[in-house]
């Protein structure tokens, strides 16, 4: 099939940027959409342009790097799918597409759809953690901790911190990335003893690294690839309520 | 040259305690005067970086991603063994060292694997600590599951991403001591050189990939945890940006590169389904508890739906062949065995480069709930690349290139030949013999990491003053420049071919001839080919861009300049290994029934490469492997 993409290039985090049309031409169903994007590259190289930069590693969806809002849509749109796990076989002979970079003002933009999400980093510095140390830990079955309260933790673990949550919301709210930490050590008897200081101080650097916050659309539950839900918003509420207390 | 792994002595089960005690200390005052380099940060370098930062080390981790989550470690799926016995099953320290020194087919140091399985049954408690949401029943008891080549139940699992949560445990670690300010993090840096100063490895050169500047950073020692090179095959179920550079620097500067012929090729992985792929994905091996491997009996029957195939004709080669595994036999085995009933012309599917892996059985004995409890996000992975439902239909499969045994030569202490060069995880060689059993790698990079490193680089730094030499050394100068120049170089080639075309050059040669089965002329066509297409590369590739800017060609063109000199000295490493082990199968020496012919009285030791310079001959120095404490023997799963 064809396709006529529209791409945003932008040189770096001073340019202005803007959308360029290319085609997408002899795309296989079978490809997927960052393979699609790899031979629209390899046609730009051979016509002497500057390739599109995107990121990308493990192409399997669990490595949380690769970010593109696709016509409007982080990921594309897919339920529990990252871009690199998104087929071609979903589009359309001569369907037009619009490629972005995730737009929040806590994400510069680095180059074309590649952004700085060292802000995430910033609040998973905040209190992401339980603080031991290497060695003189008890037995792992010590600590006695029922599958239903161990998949609750599951749930919320699977988040690989990709921002797609940020892209998607209104308000650029990282309110799902930090709830999912918080609702996994909240819940597990390791992380208890520290989650009123770590609610407080992961929220507050959510708030300093200029990410907004929730006004419940639950645009983010909807663009998560990993399908994390907005519960842990909830949970994430009450911890801090808790920790007010 | 004999290397000495520098071994302890005396009986195995003491000799870890015995070593520890042995080994010099730093004073916990002196610790912040050593500076640590610790370049990758996936299992075995997020949790050496926060373990050595917790001890009081002045620590800097690099890594070329965006984060330090983000490491290939993180898609591991299936498990990480230990031996805790949990189950009640029989299992042991000593029979999990048995399992690994058996499954690497007597290709590994004893006193090594003794180590990682005396220190597993640590990492699962340090994993549980840091609040890793392992699997457990509903009394609150961590559960085990099975995996290829052991008869316990010893593998511990996070549903199917196991990787995924002990790598964010490494990782939350590591970031608690980046806000503690013991470690500063490098994202988004690529090693690009080893800094070697009168033979004593002093720090690195780095690429900055967003600004495209070249960097020093002195160390008082240089740890590499920074994978493997399977993106040698080009398409593998690595990550894009997995490189052998780190390594293959080092090597320049005259580490040793130990048994890169070993590599494994996981028999489970979604087959390929055109030529404009970019990479291969696995499912988990943890598929092979339930499911079972079958082709048509028949070559007529291939074309057929497989529900259309009825019992009588259908070949569960894994069965019939390994009765005793069955389709948890250890993963050389079962991918040679799938591509010989696809030689056979038996094979299923586009290509005719496939087998099934049938859940219908086990379906019918715990129904469809428990297969999805157990295995459902592989499941949807699967129907998400081929739209096929695999509750349904059996799923199709195929051999894929997917780890390093071999890697840098190391001693005991996880140091390289170069003195203050040590290397972790995939990227070193040490306990993974000729093939890896699966749920160890995620063992042996937490194992280096939390438990390893921190008391063996000590040793090395109590011999040592900190911070004589620093990045104004002449050393560092020249590395720059060399890299520069390099940089240029690539730039100015000017060619016709793009990267990745070469790239898939080089790895459709490793794949036919330097691949599953390997044979002389193979071999040797293959070291024909590989510098012919390194000419090319250095004569008509089209490298795109500037150097002091983001510029991904850049980074991938010198991600394959490094694999085209590096594939030589792994194609030379097969031709010489003339026997049949683990993964290394030379077609010269096999049974008549197809097994592999281990010949243990000339090459029952460790082939270690010192570079010579580009397209000259290599130097092999060899570390004879000793067995006190297992016998060697045929490796059999009948």
Known sequence: MNLTLHVWRQKGPQDKGKLETYPAKGVSEDQSFLEMLDDVNEELIKSGKDPIAFDHDCREGICGMCSQVINGKPHGGQERTTVCQL?????????????????????????????????????????????????????GNALLIPKPVADYAMDAAEC????????????????LYTSAKVSQLAVLPQGKGEAKARVKEMTDAMQNEGFGNCTNHYECQEACPKGISVKFIAKLNREYMKSMA | ?????????????????????????????????????????????????????????????????????????????GGINAAKNYPNDGDSIYRLFYDTIKGGDFRAREADVWRLAQVSNNIIDQCVAQGVPFARDYAGYLDNRSFGGAQV???????????????????????????????????????????????????ITVRNLITGQL????????????????????????????????????????????????????????????????????????????????????????????ADIPEEDRDYYLERKYPSFGNLAPRDIASRAAKEQCDDERGVGPGKRGVYLDYQTSIDRVGEDTIRERYGNLFEMYEKITAEDAYKRPMRIYPAPH??????????????????????GEA??????????????????????????PNTIANYLAGITPGTVKEDHAEFKKSIEEVDASVNKMLNINGKKTVSELHRELGSVMWEDVGMARSDASLKNALKRIPEIRDEFWNNCNVTGEAGELNQQLENAGRLADFLEFAEVFAK??????????????????????????????????????????????????????????????????
């Not at chain 2, 029952?604 to 060697?632: D, I, S, T």
């Open chain 1, 87 to 139: 087929h071609m076989r979903e589009f359309n002979d001569g369907d037009e597409l619009f490629i972005e970079p995730w737009r929040a003002r806590a994400f510069p933009i680095h180059k074309d759809l590649i952004v700085d999400r060292t802000a995430l980093e910033m609040v998973m510095q905040a209190g992401g953690y339980t603080s031991c140390h290497t060695g003189g830990v008890a037995d």
């Open chain 1, 160 to 175: 690989i911190g990709c921002g797609a949550c940020v892209a998607s919301c209104p308000n650029s709210s990282a309110m």
């Open chain 2, 1 to 77: 040259m004999i290397l000495d792994g520098k071994t302890p002595t005396g009986p195995i089960e003491k000799t870890w305690d015995k070593h520890r005690f042995d080994m010099k200390l730093v004073n916990p005052a002196n610790k912040r005067k050593f500076k640590i380099l610790m370049v990758g940060t996936g299992l075995a370098g997020g949790a050496g970086a926060a373990s050595l930062g917790e001890l009081g080390y002045n620590v800097e981790a690099f890594c070329y991603q965006d984060s330090a989550r983000r490491a290939h470690s993180i898609a591991a799926q």
């Open chain 2, 153 to 203: 139940s010893r593998t511990f699992y996070a549903r199917g991403q196991t990787g995924q949560q002990l790598l964010l445990g490494a990782y939350s670690a590591l970031t608690r001591q980046v806000k503690a300010g013991t470690v500063k993090l490098h994202p988004r840096t690529e090693m690009v050189d080893l800094v070697v100063v009168d033979g004593v490895a002093k720090g």
């Open chain 2, 215 to 306: 960097e020093s950073h002195w160390g008082d020692a240089v740890v590499l945890a920074t994978g493997g090179y399977v993106n040698v095959f080009y398409l593998s179920t690595n990550a894009m940006g997995c490189s052998v550079t780190a390594a293959w620097k080092a090597a320049k500067k005259g580490a040793f590169f130990a048994n890169p012929c070993y590599t494994q090729i996981h028999p489970t992985c979604i087959p390929q389904h055109g030529d404009k792929q970019s990479k291969l994905t696995l499912m988990s091996e943890s598929l092979r508890n339930d499911g079972r491997c079958w082709v048509p009996k028949k070559k007529a029957d291939c074309d057929k739906a497989p």
């Open chain 2, 403 to 424: 780890y390093s045994m071999g890697g840098l030569w190391v001693d005991y202490n996880c140091m390289s030949n170069v003195p203050g060069l040590f290397v972790l």
């Open chain 2, 428 to 453: 070193n060689f040490s306990v993974h013999g000729a093939n890896r059993l699966g749920a160890s790698a995620l063992m042996q990079g937490l194992a280096d990491g939390y438990f390893v490193i």
């Open chain 2, 573 to 638: 490493d097969a031709l010489h290994r003339e026997e049949s082990c683990g993964g290394h199968f030379r077609t010269e020496h096999q049974t008549d029934d197809g097994e592999a012919m281990r010949d243990d009285e000339n090459f029952a030791y460790v082939g270690a490469w010192e570079f010579k310079g580009v397209g000259k001959e290599p130097e092999l120095h060899k570390e004879p492997l000793k067995f006190e404490n297992v016998k060697l023997a045929v490796r059999s799963y009948k």
